[in-house]
């Protein structure tokens, strides 16, 4: 598959995905971070073999791929950059949560020999301090390839997530935003909006973070995720989610004028059904 | 303390107070349920130790303390049944969701010996076959008298629950509903709403729920709890949750501006508030 492998962008995401290389497919790694002390940290900690905080640094390193693990918003640049320093055999990929019009900006950049993946997986954490061994191990892993992707370049993406222990499954770039604009970027913009209307309650009362039950703990989770990271997925995916947003406002309104009207026998169906719902997902 | 104690609605809350008051304060008890497989099986698990589907049987059990561990929307009609039903010295409690105008209604059918109660605890399973040992364990439990409330009622009270492990705090009944309204009644609505919010985005794409990723379910986890249940504390305490919800989405409609108008900045500082803000919870 690959032996030498480029990451750029050494945190939890991109941390994570070069323990995996290293430990599953056994490639030799480097990173490349603009922060030195995640360098430092990488290789202490036995994520990379070896890094730079210039990404001209791959050059040297002989890369049959690369994979990008910055915040969305840098793709650009990103793609830019390595379309100068990268042997046109050098296969690149991604592990961003947002695909759609990126894939086709990086494919501009790189050629059909770009693929881009999002595995399904990751936590609240970030810093490659909190990188996870296995994080990938039966998790989905979504590929975007175009009509334009390099068949072998794909072949090889997909062995590497599968070596991971990944359920790979392909799907279209804009079919991906549209999807994870539902399922995932909209709870977290949620998470991030109960946060802020808690504190704003607790403005003219008491301390409302001072009880906070098992279920807001769980349920407000995700709000303790990396701020960079999220607002470049909501201001690369802000179409999708903003439908999204509007699906949820309906449905919390329902919900909300059920409620004010007492309309008793609706409000148990409602209920009934989004808890079905959510059991038959366990 | 009590000896002898009875409990009303023989479910997951019910069951497990029922539990914790035979383990860790030594005392009898009786169940009562309408639904005759929940007394069975409550017997059959030693969650109970007898019980009926008439609560008129409490009157022969001679129970020191009955606990009403039904959905609120009971509490007036099991309120007046108690009336009829226990001695003068018999004291009474509850476990509900819900206290403010509750707790009143409470005291008017049953006078100075009733003193309301609301553990910290739960999860969003139902049914006794799910009853938890040691669920209050390192919890708070709300205790909320009000200036009628009989001093050595409250006092048992509270060496009960502080005997299962709890944190006991007093609060204002009032104060109680506005404070749970926001922090544990607003995120279950929300969670309710978001499955009816992927259940209609689903109906004019592919199957959205065919892709939860770690944070959806977690997020979610809530919005299995029981219909019921969750219906009655809706609409029991719907004037503090509708305050909530307009102060939700008043944020929420706030981070939607910023993203549709790529406000850069602002968006950055909104979301980096919120994950410092659940990260300081931990």
Not at 103 to 108: N, Q, T
Not at 202 to 212: A, E, H, R
Not at 240 to 256: G, V
């Amino acid at each position: 598959m690959f032996e030498r492998v480029g990451v750029i962008g050494v945190g939890f995401m991109g941390g994570s995905f070069a323990l995996a290389c290293k430990e599953s497919a056994f490639c030799k790694v480097f990173g490349v971070d603009i922060n030195p002390e995640a360098i430092r940290k990488g290789k202490e900690l036995g994520v990379i073999d070896e890094g730079s905080t210039r990404i001209e640094d791959l050059k040297e390193f002989d890369t049959q791929l690369v994979v990008i693990a910055t915040p969305v918003r840098t793709f650009y640049s990103i793609g830019k950059a390595l379309r100068e320093i990268l042997d046109e055999s050098c296969v690149v990929s991604d592990i961003g949560s947002v695909k759609g019009h990126l894939v086709y900006a990086l494919e501009d950049f790189l050629g059909p020999r770009f693929v881009g993946a999002h595995p399904i997986a990751g936590t609240e954490k970030a810093g490659v301090e909190n990188v996870l061994k296995g994080l990938y191990r039966g998790k989905k892993c979504i590929i975007t390839p175009t009509e334009r992707t390099d068949r072998e370049a794909k072949k090889k993406v997909v062995q590497l997530w599968e070596s991971f222990g990944s359920l790979v499954e392909e799907m279209d770039p804009y079919l991906h935003d549209h999807v994870f604009g539902a399922v995932s970027h909209l709870p977290h913009a949620v998470a991030f909006a109960l946060m802020e209307t808690i504190e704003a309650l607790s403005q003219n009362s008491v301390d409302l973070f001072k009880y906070p039950g098992a279920g807001f703990k769980d349920f407000t989770r995700i709000a303790a995720s990396d701020p960079v990271m999220w607002r470049d997925i909501f201001l690369e995916n802000s179409n999708n989610l903003d439908i999204a947003i509007e699906a949820f406002i309906n449905a919390f309104s329902r919900l909300r004028r059920l409620i004010k009207e007492k309309r008793e026998d609706e409000l148990t169906q409602y209920l009934r059904s989004a808890s079905y719902k959510r059991k038959s997902l366990d």
